[in-house]
C-alpha cells in the first residue's frame, strides 16, 4: 500500500483547502486512514480518521466543525476537507494507513511523505 497526499499550500486565516490522499497498491479489504498534523518542534498529531465504512473519530478538538473526513472508496482517495483556516493549524500534513483508528502515530505503518499547509494571519 501507497500514499501520496496533495492540495497542501498557502492559505489566508479564515481560508480553506481540501487535501487529499491517494491511495495505491493492495486496497482491497477493510483498513482506515487517519491524516495527522506536525508543527515545526512540536510531536505528530492526531487530527481525523475515518474506516472503510465511513465512519469517522475525530481526535482534534481545535479541528471539530472546521475539519471533516471523507473518502471516496471507488476512487481510493481520501480527502480532508479544511475550513475556517487558522494560523495554528500550519504544519505537515500525512495522512497513514492502519487495520484500527488509534491517536499514536507508532501504530501506523504506511505514512505519505507529506503536504505542507501554511496559514497566514
Known amino acids: 500500500l501507497q500514499l501520496v497526499e496533495s492540495g497542501g499550500g498557502l492559505v489566508e486565516s479564515g481560508g480553506s483547502l481540501r487535501l487529499s490522499c491517494a491511495i495505491s497498491g493492495r486496497t482491497s479489504g477493510d483498513y482506515v486512514i487517519t491524516w495527522f498534523r506536525q508543527a515545526p518542534g512540536k510531536e505528530r498529531e492526531s487530527v481525523l480518521c475515518?474506516?472503510?465504512?465511513?465512519?469517522?473519530?475525530n481526535y482534534a478538538d481545535s479541528v471539530k466543525n472546521r475539519f471533516t473526513i471523507s473518502r471516496d472508496n471507488a476512487k481510493n482517495i481520501v480527502y480532508l476537507q479544511m475550513n475556517n483556516l487558522k494560523p495554528k493549524d500550519t504544519a505537515v500534513y500525512y495522512c497513514a494507513q492502519n487495520s484500527y483508528c488509534g491517536s499514536w502515530y507508532g501504530d501506523y505503518g504506511v505514512w505519505g511523505q507529506g503536504t505542507q499547509v501554511t496559514v497566514s494571519s
Open positions: 475515518i474506516r472503510t465504512n465511513g465512519r469517522s473519530t
